[in-house]
């Protein structure tokens, strides 16, 4: 029974996080830019629920696992690195088309649009093998891949846009994308993962959440105007997750 319950409650987290990938896609269709500052309190969000939350639950699943430290923080170096590679290979940013003139290809915002869905397939597997961790670290990583999800259904859209793709078939792409992430939790559950590889992927998870943080979200929120406000909220993004992880 606590089984079907814990399972219904990961379910429910990625159906939330598909309404807010569809939500940032809408937004960018409406082109409200003035939405982006809340960008900021996302990368505050997420960056808190590493820093406060995976990171100590693997110092605990490494020595639970009588692993050594640096194995887990091997596996964070390469999610963080994974993600560089594949956005500096597949996914190409605004600036870089902006700097170097028009080059629209639609085949290239496809190519972004359906890595991305599987940036949202890692999210939803990672609340999965989260919440069979801890349930309170399940529920701060679901917490995190909820608020960066609206960034996700964002990129998704402009990157479609962007390189000449008509509405429509952005539109099919932010419903794959929203979709995603229930993939990646019904994965996570059909599959039985030992200790070993939850540390191994939570680790990886961590690095790959800094990195969408720090490299992509950040900038992002900074992108159209960089003010005091926007700074102020992202440091409440992670005193937010600070107090959130200490109550869990």
Known sequence: MQSRYALNMVILLAIL???????????????????????????????????????????????????DITTAMVALMGGFLFFHVIEKTILISHADENKYGEHHHPHVGKAGAVALAGHSMLDGFGIGLAFQASPAI????????????????????????????????????????????????????????????????????AGFLLYIAAAEILPEAHSKRSSYGTIALTVLGAVVMYFVTRLA
Not at 36 to 44: E, K, P, Q, S, W
Not at 147 to 171: E, I, P
């Open 17 to 67: 996080a598909a309404l807010a990938t569809t939500v940032g896609g809408v937004v960018a269709l409406k082109n409200q830019d003035k939405l982006y500052r809340l960008l900021g309190l996302t990368a505050g969000v997420v960056m808190g629920v590493v820093v406060f939350g995976l990171l100590p639950e693997i110092v605990e699943l490494s020595e639970a696992t009588s692993r």
């Open 138 to 205: 399940g529920a701060a990583v679901a917490f995190a891949v909820i608020a960066h999800s609206f960034s996700d259904g964002l990129n998704t859209v402009n990157l479609m846009l962007a390189h000449k793709n008509n509405r429509r078939k952005a539109v099919v792409m932010l419903a794959v994308d929203a979709v995603a992430p229930l993939t990646g939790v019904l994965l996570s559950y059909l599959i039985h993962f030992g200790d070993e590889f939850i540390l191994w992927y939570l680790s990886f998870f």
